[in-house]
């Protein structure tokens, strides 16, 4: 099978899954109890049921249903019932972007940190330091960030003064945040680069290497790298849609206006609107970056190709 | 199997490969620290800064639903609203019960209050300049009350005469409505029945006037969902205009000039930040990021109480903590069971040691008025009368009584009080089987509304200063009474006091009515509120207030001698 069909048929997955997840948020976000227009006060009922008629919400299901989907294909996500005033795209719009620069940052130091961590730890199985850098690694995917995120604001803002520790205009917090998911999921590439450079480290062309004299260090970065890293590439997709969407402990703690708070905020105020938007968008993320790592394996290892 | 192990003979081979763990994630932490201590170097923090320049900046709960009075319910929107609108009547910035002149220069009730002339301020200017006139407010209260509209909080408004049966549809005609501008500047509202209380209740943002001009080059009258009130489009009369609003970052406000009062204004601006997580809230302030928390984390209440010149405030607020029961369900139907339930809790163990942010225990519904009104009833812990009204329902001990639930949303707080209570019913009264349910925030609401629950938490804030607020809602059918409750007399007793004019009577009236709630018992109060927040001594003309709706055009930022808390 040739490369473009087989980009072909992971293209129609996507979009089917695609669908499937709308359908089924739709359907999941209305079968919720309670509804977008209760309060602490009450409303009294003939304004209700004008506010479901000023929506569209009195209209029949499945109708509101295909509404929504004329509108979703032109790219229109509705109004916010949470936010008055704005439109779906525009608190998305909003927030992206500052999720996006969180979670880049994040990853990237997960990168920086986990990937040589995770190198030199196999590099150096069963020693003290394999033992030092696993034991972090496992410390730092047993703590949750919403330990280490208020430990870091306590320490590096409020102790040392390097940092302000929450909000977002002129403020220096989201590096923290930054910090914060990028030492949780360093630990997971950690652990992750050590398991699959020692698979590809006992392989034999690693010993026939080694027997024709080549430098451990060129052993270690050219022949065992590219294999060893494959599975941390694999990791990329999700773990990028993850930092991007998942950041909401992040986000609330140090008081970031990513998108993570709007996934949250907008289940618990019955948004229908806003709760079809954001998990459209953030499956689409997802199947894009997993599209995208296909991609990648395909051309990192052309077996996963064949495979299919 | 290969294994790289440091060669000890030949350092520089194999340990090289090794290297870049260790190095890189050193170098890492040098960029960051350097980038760190690059940041840091400032020499004054955000509230220093922002008092030079009289910026307020303070946290304000929760992200507003909307800019648009017509369209907010919550106290956190209703905070923006005072910066950026001003009513008929305005905040004192000392009092409760003194009225500050706002659009009207002055007003005037006729003989049994019955109807309101409000004469208005020639000078009064939109923020674009244009002039506030009586047709600006007959407007707004057009829009607020239109059925298309479905403003949420438009039962506000059911003062002026026929102003419910328009907003139900049953009156088509707003003419009807008993408000009218009399030329430019006066106002003339007619009530359904006298309310001597009526310039406190215009103070609330409902009776806020909106721009017509601005709603309509935005869209119709009704629309909820518009540009009109986004930076750059909104328009409001307040002492400060719209500058930015970002979602979840901030809301800020700034001088508007075109305000008829500018030179009195003292600040150049306010920011609100929605910082949800208390917790946060307290480290920005710790951090100098805000002048002012919008609350504050129970646990480190007691910390910051032994600090010496400590920003801790705790003031009395106008709200009532409590338990509805459900008077249509076993056993919470019998009146005898709940007046045992309500004297076999000791309320000041709970403030003392549960919530511990200095509440009151309720002996009433209503909260004490110092000038005011005094709920009547001594509700407290009583073990002997408590029995015997257990026996009285027809249970010779409490063990005999049917499994229950108290129900509350989900919150660490709320859970905390409900098991207090559990173990005080446990212990007082035997009752063994009792349950704590909690739901998620909507699902409970509708199960309240419902009426699926036996016990269920509850609280209420005034909207103005009157026991109205409090006892209005437990007459029969009051879309917020949800326990089945109904009273013959009680009904009668509020009808009766809404006719009388006269203060000290009416509060006699309404005094006998809740009486009887605190008799019959639909709802157990637990305590009275306190807001708890932190406050920088920066912020001056910043006074108690049983409402907390603070008049920002009175607020000054002026440094504090050195040597006071940061």
Redesign the interface.
Known sequence: MDTARFLLSRLAQSLFALFCIVTITFFLARL????P????????????E??KR?YGFDQPLPRQYLLYLGRLVRGDLG?SL?????SVNE?IA??FPVSLALGLCGLV?AL??GI??G???A???N?R?DYA?MGFAMVGICLPTFVIA?LL??F???R??????????G??AW?LGA?TLGLYYSAYIARLTRGSMLDV??QDF??TA?AKGA???R???VHAFRGGVAPVVAFLGPALAGLIGGSFVVE???????LG??FI?AA???DYWLINGTVTVFAVLILAMNFLVDVLQAWLDPRSRAAK | MLRLRRDRTRPGRLSRPTLPGPGVAALSFVLFAVAATAVSCRKETRVERAAREKILLLGNGAEPKALDPHLVSSVGDANILRALFEGLVAYHPESDTVHEPGVAERWAANEDFSQWRFFLRADAKWSNGEPVTAHDFVYSYHRILHPEMAAPYASMLYFLKNAEAFNKGELEDFAEVGVEAVGDHELVCTLERPAPFFPDVVKHTTWLPVHRGTIERHGVMTDNYTDWQKPGNHVGNGPFALSEWRINAHVKVRRNPHYWDAAAVKLNGVDFYPIESAFTEEKAFRNGLIHLSYTMPENLIARYREMEDSPLRIETYNGSYFYRCNVKKAPTDNADFRRALALAIDRSVIVDYVTRGGQTPAHGFTPPSEEGYQPPGDLGLDLAKAGEHLRRAGYADGGEVPEFTILINTSEAHKNIAMAIQDMWRKNLGISRIRIENQEWKVFQQTVLDGAYEVSRAGWIGDYVDPETFLGMWVTGDSNNNTGWSSADYDRLMRESSLLSDPARRYAKLAEAEAVLLDELPVIPIYWYTRVYLLHPDVRNWHPLLLDNRPYKHIDLEPAPKGGPR
């Open positions: 919720a109890p309670g509804g227009f209760l309060d602490e006060k009450a409303v009294p009922e003939h304004l209700v004008q506010m000023n109004p949470g936010n008055k005033g704005f608190v909003e927030s130091l920086v940190l040589p961590a190198v030199f730890a590099a150096r199985r020693t330091v850098l208020p604001g306590e590096f803002a409020l040392l003064g390097w940092f302000d520790v929450a909000l977002w205009e403020s220096t590096i910090v480290l006992s690693v010993r080694k430098r451990p260090l052993i270690l970065f609330s703690v140090f008081g970031l206006p990513g708070q709007h905020k618990s105020n019955r």
